[in-house]
């Protein structure tokens, strides 16, 4: 059975960090495209970050580009988001997702998601 299960989010002031980690169950993480994506009420859920089976790759929304890092675990088969330099605009519902079916690594065709993890960054 494929379980995700989301944790780290909270709220943090503008500036701020925070690390969110994905604990997967179930299958083998490192032998599936994984990724993070956040949703706003009314608003599409966003790519925000992926990775590619074994690390090889990542790819991140232009809008986090350099200041979130997608990363794994595969000891833990955990994957891990480390968020810097959070602004107000990042406040969204953030969710794992896992196992890519097609189309583009930012996409949202992923047979996988967690339940989600509120971050939310204040001025």
């Known amino acids: 059975q494929v379980q995700l299960v989301e944790s780290g989010g909270g709220s943090v002031q503008a500036g701020g960090s925070l690390r969110l980690s994905c604990a997967a169950s179930g299958f083998t993480y490192s032998r599936k495209w994984m990724g993070w994506f956040r949703q706003v009420p009314e608003k599409e859920r966003e790519g925000v970050a992926v990775?590619?089976?074994?690390?090889?790759?990542?790819f991140y929304a232009s809008s986090v580009k350099g200041r979130f890092t997608i990363s794994q675990d595969s000891a833990k088969n955990t994957m891990y988001l480390q968020m810097n330099s959070l602004k107000p605009e990042d406040t969204a519902m953030y969710y794992c997702?896992?196992?890519?079916?097609?189309?583009?690594?930012?996409?949202?065709?992923?047979?996988?998601w967690g339940q989600g993890t509120e971050v939310t960054v204040s001025s």
């Open positions: 997702a896992a196992d890519l079916r097609g189309g583009a690594p930012l996409g949202d065709a992923y047979t996988y």
């Open positions: 990775i590619s089976p074994g690390g090889g790759a990542t």
